[in-house]
């Protein structure tokens, strides 16, 4: 009888395609901090505020903290996408450690989007009212879109941790190993 190709992941279909998803949607988060960073100008009236300012004057204090979160948006897609694809030259104390910076980003993201989104939605609907100040267009696209853009990003990387987590009938620890005995 002949075998299947053995996979080389051991994480189900379902959760990979979640995984990088998510790794692509922090890709594109990165790309454009990073776009801002090298001294873009599109869209940063749309982050209002202190933010939009000091982005425009090229503060080398903002600068920095732009990129450490290039940085860090990189490295958590990438967390994510190894923790839950775990290929097989991880090793499996690289691999736990990609699981909990995956989860540990999955839940940052998650309370820091939701909360910023909840905020941002009930400012939008006069719930919690805006200062008179207030920029209505960043306002917007925080509601709309940053903010939400991590609480999405969050729920995949959770979602997709979640999946690959669950025991496969055929896994014992590393992917393509078999609880079968047999010679």
Not at 139 to 163: C, E, K, S, T
Request: include cysteine; charged fraction near 15%.
């Amino acid at each position: 009888m002949h075998e299947a190709p053995e996979r080389s992941t051991g994480a189900p279909r379902p959760a990979l395609i979640l995984a990088c998803a998510a790794g692509l949607l922090g890709g594109l988060y990165a790309a454009i901090s990073a776009y801002w960073g090298v001294g873009g100008t599109a869209l940063l009236d749309t982050i209002g505020g202190a933010l939009e300012r000091d982005a425009r004057a090229r503060s080398p204090g903002l600068l920095a903290i732009v990129w450490i979160t290039v940085v860090l948006k990189l490295f958590a897609s990438v967390a994510g996408v190894l923790a839950t694809a775990r290929p097989r030259w991880l090793s499996s104390g690289r691999y736990r450690a990609a699981r909990r910076v995956a989860w540990f980003a999955a839940a940052l993201l998650v309370v820091y989007g939701g909360v910023l989104t909840l905020t941002g939605l009930l400012v939008q609907t006069d719930v919690v009212h805006a200062a008179a100040h207030a920029d209505q267009r960043a306002l917007r696209w925080h509601a709309f879109l940053w903010d939400p853009w991590f609480l999405v990003w969050g729920l995949m990387l959770a979602a997709a941790l979640a999946r690959s987590s669950r025991p496969s009938a055929n896994r014992q620890g590393r992917p393509g190993e078999s609880r079968d005995t047999k010679p």
